[in-house]
């Protein structure tokens, strides 16, 4: 906690070793069916923390890091398919997001407000078996709201994915068909909610 309880950060090294990392496979030699196996053991290192600040015009900033360092340091399958110094899946090496939201009173006892958001991740890998390994691309998001709350309900106007970006979150491949899953894209709505 800094400057008086107007800034409090939070942050964390850790190194995780991973023995016995399991996987599922599909290997028609053994049997038509996937199934879950030992297969690798990996080192993970990495940064994280998280941040709030209140500003004395009452702007809230708030936002979060990760910085990750993964890498397969044996292989535990006869096979070639896991790669020893390759990327553990979806371990970006670097996610964060921050954030601004504003506040003020209104009329009846009504509080206004509106929040921008801003979250980027590098890229990563869509699995560590490499016959279903894909690189998946970096991608920026922004998401806006604006709304009016009290005790009794909220209304909001939101806007997310402003930018309609196309990031892929999932890239699978089942029974060797690839199967790409992406965020929503550019969704604008209106929420109302009531409190009881």
Known sequence: MLQDGQLRFNGSLFFVDVSGLQSTIFDPSIVNLF????????????????????TETGLI?????????????KSLIPTGDIIVGQELAFAPGFQGNISARKEWDLEAGNTGYWQAQFTMSDKSYSDIMAPNRAEQDSYNLLNLRAGITNDDWFAEVYVDNATDERAEISNTFVFDRQRVA???????????KLKF
């Not at 990495?46 to 600040?53: A, L, R, S, W």
């Not at 992406?182 to 109302?192: A, N």
């Open 61 to 73: 900033l708030s936002g979060a890091f990760s910085l990750l360092d993964t890498e397969i340091t």
């Open 182 to 192: 992406i965020i929503r894209p550019l969704t604008v709505g209106l929420r109302y």
């Open 35 to 54: 199934f879950s196996d030992n297969a690798a053991d990996a080192e993970i290192k990495g940064v994280e923390g998280d941040f709030i600040y209140y």
